[in-house]
């Protein structure tokens, strides 16, 4: 079924573990996006692709990296875990930007203990 | 800076019953709005957007919602819920060459009644 696909669902992480939540696309979307979604404060944008080579950072961006080398994947690390960045995570793309409307993936529940 | 506020954080409704969530942004040029819903446990969903043309936009499930100028406004609306449109709504705009980045508001959950 063509989408955004995150994997994984849910993750628990030691302080300080890294790890990369992955995003894959199938819509041949030009731009992709990084969000992470906390109670009361809607979405906030951690990085975005506006195509492959290009990355740029949002409004959250410390403690995440981010690369493109494919249109189809959009992976976002995290360096070194901590409490703060307990968070729904979701991935969306667009084909021609935001104009289009984003699709997202289903998101990440990550919880940094 | 672009911002956009919901002020309803929960609005409670009888089925069948009609509804309005606010949405109002802040902004000196000229803005393009969505608005997106998210049932429980999975992403955002477009529901419909305004990009230009006419201020009265309809989107899916029987919501439309109507952008005003002056009151720097794009509440969406509803004449008769169902439970399940049960979710919360996210209004969310960008700016004139700020394509990529979009302002998302904090939420308003749309609880339906029985």
């Known amino acids: 079924n063509a989408g955004v696909t995150q994997t994984p669902k849910f993750q628990v992480l030691k302080t300080g573990q890294s790890m990369t939540l992955q995003c894959a696309q199938d819509m041949n979307h030009e731009y992709m996006s990084w969000y992470r979604q906390d109670p009361g404060m809607g979405l906030r944008l951690i990085h975005y692709?506006?195509?492959?080579?290009?990355?740029d950072q949002g409004e959250v961006p410390n403690g995440y990296n981010v690369s493109r080398s494919t249109t189809e994947d959009f992976p976002l690390r995290l360096l070194s875990a901590a409490p703060s960045q307990t968070s729904v995570y979701f991935c969306?793309?667009?084909?021609?930007?935001?104009?289009?409307?984003?699709?997202f993936g289903s998101g990440t529940r990550l919880t940094v203990v | 800076a672009q911002s956009v506020t919901q002020l309803d954080s929960q609005v409670p409704v009888f089925e069948e019953a009609p509804v309005e969530l606010r949405c109002n942004y802040s902004?000196?040029?000229?803005?393009?709005l969505f608005w997106y819903v998210q049932y429980p446990n999975q992403g955002l969903q477009l529901l419909l957007k305004?990009?230009?043309?006419?201020?009265l936009v309809k989107g899916i499930n029987g919501f439309e919602a109507e952008f005003n100028k002056s009151q720097t406004s794009f509440h969406l609306r509803k004449p008769s819920v169902h439970i399940s449109d049960t979710a919360e709504y996210f209004c969310a705009v960008t700016f004139s060459g700020g394509y990529q980045k979009v302002t998302f508001g904090t939420g308003t959950k749309l609880q339906v009644i029985p």
């Open positions: 692709s506006v195509g492959a080579g290009i990355t």
């Open positions: 305004y990009l230009s043309g006419s201020t």
């Open positions: 969306a793309s667009s084909y021609q930007g935001s104009l289009d409307g984003y699709t």
């Open positions: 902004s000196s040029v000229s803005v393009y």
